[in-house]
């Protein structure tokens, strides 16, 4: 395999989190979570460390940026905050917007003390989400950060003739998200809309296609 298709199934396969409800998962050693992805152990370790410090070298880029340095400042986070971030693959990324984020606070606020939670699991769908939200609620943060829905717009076989959730059944599961955070706990909460997919390319990508993936941007639209 190339050194993408590895970090492809590296960020969509992480089975420390589709799993994670499981007993015992969360102490597997890294030759194990190797071995459920097809790679060894050190292959494994080097890529996710190569990922990581793409995550880095981001934040530090994006603070070389005129101005950017000064929005990092004015987020209204007191010392000590906990932020949450909540999503599917989009998220859970080891080079994810959420790993960045992370890095510009840690870059230029290190005195705040502030932490940043990544409860995301790839492939996931907002009716998945809906049943483990409990979970990002319980710690009581200061800001809930959601990014998901992007796989409810997913479709599966040669000929789908529906997506995987129901843009109806999406509306119900983010407004039942959205009660919930609010009334069962104080954090600041901030709603991240799915981007736009090249359908295109989806189509064409070597895995996606393997498991008759494709995703609709008219279904995306809606959310």
């Not at 395999?1 to 969509?12: A, R």
């Not at 984020?101 to 996931?124: C, I, K, Q, S, Y």
Request: hydrophobic share 45%; charged share 20%; aromatic share 4%.
């Amino acid at each position: 395999m190339s050194n993408e298709q590895i970090q492809w199934l590296m960020k969509v396969l992480q089975p420390e989190k589709m799993l994670g409800s499981l007993p015992g998962i969360a102490t597997l050693p890294e030759a194990n979570l190797a071995a459920l992805i097809g790679i060894d152990r050190e292959l494994y370790r080097s890529e996710l460390n190569a990922m990581r410090q793409n995550a880095k070298a981001a934040a530090a880029a994006l603070l070389d940026e005129s101005g950017v340095g000064k929005l990092v400042d004015q987020l209204p986070l007191h010392k000590g905050a906990q932020i949450i971030v909540f999503g599917d693959s989009l998220t859970a990324d080891p080079q994810s917007w959420a790993m960045i984020l992370a890095g510009l606070l840690a870059a230029r606020r290190p005195d705040d003390a502030l932490t940043v939670t990544v409860n995301a699991v790839p492939g996931e769908t907002t009716a998945h989400g809906l049943a483990r939200f409990g979970a990002s609620l319980a710690p009581q943060p200061d800001c809930l950060i959601f990014f998901t829905g992007i796989n409810d717009a997913r479709t599966q076989g040669p000929n789908p003739t529906k997506t995987i959730v129901s843009h109806e059944e999406s509306a119900r599961n983010i407004a039942e998200m959205r009660s919930r955070a609010i009334g069962e706990c104080k954090a600041q909460r901030l709603w991240i809309t799915p981007p736009a997919v090249n359908e295109g390319k989806v189509a064409a990508h070597s895995g996606l296609s393997h498991f008759s993936v494709g995703f609709r941007n008219a279904a995306l639209a809606i959310l």
